[in-house]
Nanobody
Framework: QVQLVESGGGLVQPGGSLRLSCAASGSAFSIKVMGWYRQAPGKQRELVAAFTSESNTNYADFVKGRFTISRDNANTTVYLQMNALKPEDTAVYYC???????????WGQGTQVTVSS
């Protein structure tokens, strides 16, 4: 099992920045894929950014150039630096992890990000 705990959400004005963190525990050594989804009210959960392998990343088009995903050397904590935030970025952000590219996703509890003036 893998447990994921997110932190760093909050309220920010348009154009501002936030940094989300997600710490993995349990069988964290077995994680192969780790990243972030988000879900806005009334919308489906959508991929934001993820490490898809040791060195490859995947970003949604709507965050390219604004968000950056990174991780620590132990590959047990992943970060999402969010810059130039827009009101449409308002959502609950969920960390996820997989033990293989096709395996089940483990989810964190989610952290609320609200972009509003």
């Amino acid at each position: 099992q893998v447990q994921l705990v997110e932190s760093g959400g909050g309220l920010v004005q348009p154009g501002g920045s936030l940094r989300l963190s997600c710490a993995a525990s349990g069988s964290a050594f077995s994680i192969k894929v780790m990243g972030w989804y988000r879900q806005a009210p009334g919308k489906q959960r959508e991929l934001v950014a993820a490490f898809t392998s040791e060195s490859n990343t995947n970003y949604a088009d709507f965050v390219k150039g604004r968000f950056t995903i990174s991780r620590d050397n132990a590959n047990t904590t992943v970060y999402l630096q969010m810059n130039a935030l827009k009101p449409e970025d308002t959502a609950v952000y969920y960390c996820y992890a997989r033990r293989s590219a096709s395996g089940p996703r483990y989810w964190g509890q989610g952290t609320q990000v609200t972009v509003s003036s």
